[in-house]
Structures are given as structure tokens and as C-alpha cells.
């Protein structure tokens, strides 16, 4: 399975940003997509994951600022970042997740600052 992400950049704070990951290589009809973060000097850390029956986990920190979505083929997951903080400044990860084993995208930089 191949992750490509893409959407990073810098953006001010209380700014949008929106993450998209494509994943090609796989036709499972059961999975989970999801992004992760590490942030400077923290550990890689969930922010948001939706599964094929549209389950959804937000981070506490993210709820009601973050959306997580995906296209009908289950093959591209999307982040929309509102709201951006400083704090929310982090390589992000996509992450794809069926029966056969986990994958990890390269990342992409998000940074908040003015």
C-alpha cells in the first residue's frame, strides 16, 4: 500500500488548512484511514481516524476545530484543519489500516505561526 500525501504548509494562526492522502494498492473494502502527528519534542500522537463504517476518533484537542473525511472509493482521506493554533505545528501522518498490516505515509509539515 502507497500513501501520498499532500495539503501542508504554513499558515497563520486561526487559519485552515486541508490534508489529503491517496492511498493506491490495495482493495480492501474494510479499513481504516487516519492522520497522526508528532509534534516538536512529542511523541506521534492520533488526531483523527474513520474506518470503512464511518466511525470516526477525534483527539480531545482537535474536536469541533478538525474534520475528517473520505471519497466513496475509500481511497483518499481528507483533514480539514480550522481554527489552527500554534500548538497544532507538526508533521503529519497518514496512516492506512486493514487485515494485512499497517502503513505509514512520509509526512507533511504543518506549521502555525504569524
Known amino acids: 500500500v502507497q500513501l501520498v500525501e499532500s495539503g501542508g504548509g504554513l499558515v497563520q494562526p486561526g487559519g485552515s488548512l486541508r490534508l489529503s492522502c491517496a492511498a493506491s494498492?490495495?482493495?480492501?473494502?474494510?479499513?481504516?484511514m487516519g492522520w497522526y502527528r508528532q509534534r516538536p519534542g512529542k511523541e506521534r500522537e492520533l488526531v483523527a481516524r474513520i474506518d470503512t463504517a464511518g466511525i470516526i476518533i477525534y483527539a480531545d484537542s482537535v474536536k469541533g476545530r478538525f474534520t475528517i473525511s473520505r471519497d466513496n472509493a475509500k481511497t483518499t482521506v481528507y483533514l480539514q484543519m480550522n481554527s489552527l493554533k500554534p500548538e497544532d505545528t507538526a508533521v503529519y501522518y497518514c496512516i492506512y489500516t486493514y487485515v494485512l498490516g499497517t502503513y505509514w505515509g512520509q509526512g507533511t509539515q504543518v506549521t502555525v505561526s504569524s
Open positions: 494498492g490495495s482493495s480492501s473494502s474494510n479499513n481504516a
